[in-house]
């Protein structure tokens, strides 16, 4: 295990390996910025307004979604043009976890700034389309998708489980609503995942300090431990999508690599970003 940047996020969210450009970028939600590190260095971009997912384009394009808003950012000139309204109405909630999925849709959660209960929903943008799919929910979390396109996983933190749904051949939720496991007995807070090439589901869990690994029938299969007691979100990337990127919080910790993101190579491959 390594850090990867020891820049101190108050709410590290939102990693990202661009598959194309080699590039891993990452969010400080509380503290409006997106960043990136190269060979060249670190470099941040601020905004006026809490930022927290994105995906890729091509190469020189992300979506991003912030607190009102998803936008087309230029990674050339940082450029950036809306693409549709995010809650814009409500100033009391923000964007928090969000993911590309294979069909080319990209789903984001959204929460009350201060996780009022059932103030979050998720929704999918598609072709031009924002679409709701599911309501309700107080901490959006633990978006990401099967490597064959058929399941999509997502979390209300609130709730200590990660639930899974069917999807049809465009992306879109088919029938009901399953739970992929429940961390309730084990007091664990399920944040951000993401799904491997074998369909495993890596799961930072909050304030546990740990990802842990589920296959896919929600069996324990794996765990990796960290620094940081607030481990957010996890990613994979590497020149062979063999490294588990990490994001982590500073807010309300005092230890010393809290907030920091880490990196650590594994013996299994990511899937490549959609």
Request: charged content about 20%; hydrophobic content about 40%.
């Amino acid at each position: 295990m390594s850090i990867f940047s020891d820049t101190i996020c108050a709410l590290g969210e939102g990693p990202l390996w661009h598959p194309t450009r080699g590039q891993f970028f990452w969010f400080d939600i509380l503290g409006c910025k997106l960043l990136t590190r190269t060979e060249a260095g670190e470099k941040a971009w601020s905004f006026d307004e809490h930022v927290s997912a994105a995906g890729w384009v091509d190469d020189d394009t992300l979506i991003m979604a912030s607190e009102t808003a998803l936008w087309r950012f230029s990674l050339i000139d940082g450029a950036r043009s809306k693409l549709v309204e995010l809650e814009a109405d409500m100033p009391a909630k923000r964007s928090n976890d969000g993911r590309a999925d294979p069909q080319g849709g990209f789903w984001i959660g959204t929460m009350g700034k201060d996780a009022e209960p059932h103030a979050g929903s998720i929704y999918r943008y598609y072709r031009g389309e924002l679409r709701k799919l599911f309501d309700r929910i107080t901490v959006s979390n633990s978006i990401c998708f099967s490597p064959d396109g058929t399941t999509a996983y997502f979390a209300d933190t609130f709730n200590r489980r990660i639930d899974m749904v069917r999807l049809d051949a465009q992306g879109w939720p088919q029938g009901d609503v399953t739970t992929f496991v429940d961390l309730k007995e084990d007091g664990l807070n399920p944040d951000g995942s993401v799904v491997d090439a074998a369909g495993n589901l890596w799961n930072a869990q909050w304030g546990a300090a740990q990802i842990t690994c589920y296959d896919p029938t929600g069996a324990f299969k794996d765990q990796i431990g960290f620094p940081a007691t607030q481990i957010s979100c996890p990613c994979f990337g590497g020149d062979d999508l063999q490294t588990l990127y990490a994001t982590s919080a500073a807010v309300g910790m005092t230890g010393a690599q809290d907030g920091m993101t880490f990196a650590v190579h594994t013996s299994v491959k990511g899937q490549a970003e959609h």
